[in-house]
C-alpha cells in the first residue's frame, strides 16, 4: 500500500463505496430527527456509527484527496436533497482540513486518526446550521411544515450555543466511533486478512 | 472475409432527458423548493413532475406509492395544528408531514434520475462538462452501489432473524452495541469484497488508463429537453406571482 502520489482508480472506487455507505447510515440514522430531543443526540450517534466505516476506508485508502473528493460529493448530495449550500462549504471545508490531519499523521497515527474524522464529522454541521444563521426564516419554515410543538421544542434543544458546543459533542462521537471502529478492525477485519 | 460490424448503442426512443437536463432541473427544484415551499400549490406541482417521469418511465408502483403518501402529507398538514397530540404520536406525525412534503419531489426526481440514466451516459455528460476523473469515478459508483447496498442489507437481515436480531426483540434490548455490530460487520465484509471486484473489473475495461477514453453512449439535448426548460421556467413566473 503505498501513501503517496495521487489517487488511482482503485481509491476512487473505494471512495466512491464508502461515500455510499456513508450516506445511507446518515438517512437511516436521520430519521430520528423528528423528535426534537434527539437533535443534539444526533452529533454523538452519527460519529459512532459511521466510525466502522470510517476506520476501514483508512484502512483501504491511505491518500491525500480522500476525505475532499468524499466531502464535495457530500455536499453535493445534501445541496440536491434540499439542505442550500452552507453543507457544500462546510463539508469542503472540514474535508481538506482533516486532509491536511491525516496526512500529516502519514495516516498511521490514531491520534491524527482520531482528530481527521472528528473535523471530517464537524462538516455536519453546515446541514443544521441555517438553524441558526437564518434563525427567524428557518424557524418559520419548521414551524409551517412541522406544527407549533415541534417548533418549540426545536427551539429549546438547538439554542444559538449549540452550534458551537456540537463542536464537542462531535468530538466525543468521533472518539466513541473511532475507537469502535478501530476495536471492529481489529475483532473481525484482522483476523479475516481484510484489513 | 465479411467485416465486422460495429457495436452501435441503441437509438433513442421516446420520452429521453440528457444527463445534464437532469442534473440541472434537480438543483433548480431543489433551490426553488427552498423559495416556495409555503405555496403548497406550486410543491405539489413540482411533485408532480417527477411522478409523471416516473409513470412514462414504467415505473407505476412506484410513482403511485409515492404520490399516495404525498396525497397523505397534504391531508395531515391541514390536520395538523388542530389537535395537540402527546409527543410519540405527534413526532410520527411530525416526521411523515416534513419527510413528504419537504423530501418527497427531491427524492421522486433523484429517483427517476438514477433509475433512467445509464452511468456510461452519465460519463459523457460529465466529460463535456470537462468535470474531472476524480470527481466522476466515485460518483458514477455511488450511484450503482446505493441499489447493491440495500440488497446486501435486506439478505444480511433475513439472517439475522433467524438468531432473533433484530430490532426489538429481547435480545436487542439486553445488548444494543452488539446490534449495530451484527448488523454494521457482515455488510462492511461484503463491501470490502465488492469493491476490490468493482475495482478489478474497472480496471480490467482500462479505467486506469491515462489516455482520454472514448465513449458512445448517445447524449445531445432533443426537444424534451427544451420543454423542461420551458416548463422551469413557466414554474419561476408562476413562483413570483
Known sequence: ?195 | MGSYLIYQPEKRKGFWLDPRTKIIFMAFVTTLLFFVHENIAIVSALAAIPFLFLIINEQKKTAFIYGGLFVLGIFSLYLKNTVALPQIINAVFVLLIALVLRLFPTFMLGYYIIESTKVSEFVAAMEIWHIPQSFVIPIAVVFRFVPTLKEESSAITNAMHMREIQFGTKKFWRNPAAFLEYRVIPLMMSIVKIGDELSAAALTRGLGNPEKRSNIAVIGFTGYDALIGAVSIGLVAWSLL
Open chain 1, 1 to 195: 500500500m503505498e501513501n503517496t502520489g495521487r489517487l488511482k482508480v482503485k481509491d476512487l472506487i473505494n471512495v466512491g463505496i464508502y461515500t455510499a455507505i456513508y450516506l445511507v447510515i446518515f438517512f437511516v440514522v436521520g430519521m430520528l430527527n423528528a423528535i426534537p430531543v434527539f437533535y443534539p443526540l444526533l452529533y454523538v450517534i452519527w460519529p459512532i456509527v459511521c466510525g466502522i466505516p470510517f476506520m476501514l476506508f483508512l484502512t483501504k485508502t491511505q491518500k491525500f484527496g480522500m476525505l475532499s473528493i468524499m466531502s464535495v460529493i457530500l455536499g453535493v448530495f445534501w445541496f440536491l436533497t434540499g439542505y442550500t449550500w452552507i453543507p457544500i462549504l462546510s463539508y469542503l471545508v472540514c474535508g481538506l482540513i482533516a486532509d491536511f490531519v491525516l496526512k500529516s499523521g502519514d495516516f498511521k497515527s490514531f491520534k491524527k486518526s482520531v482528530i481527521g474524522y472528528w473535523i471530517f464529522s464537524c462538516g455536519m454541521i453546515g446541514l443544521q446550521a441555517p438553524m441558526w444563521f437564518m434563525a427567524d426564516r428557518y424557524m418559520a419554515d419548521v414551524r409551517a411544515y412541522m406544527g407549533d410543538q415541534y417548533a418549540q421544542q426545536l427551539a429549546y434543544y438547538m439554542p444559538q450555543w449549540m452550534g458551537f458546543a456540537s463542536i464537542a459533542i462531535i468530538f466525543v462521537g468521533s472518539l466513541l466511533g473511532a475507537l469502535l471502529g478501530r476495536k471492529m478492525l481489529k475483532k473481525h477485519f484482522e483476523r479475516a486478512g481484510i484489513a
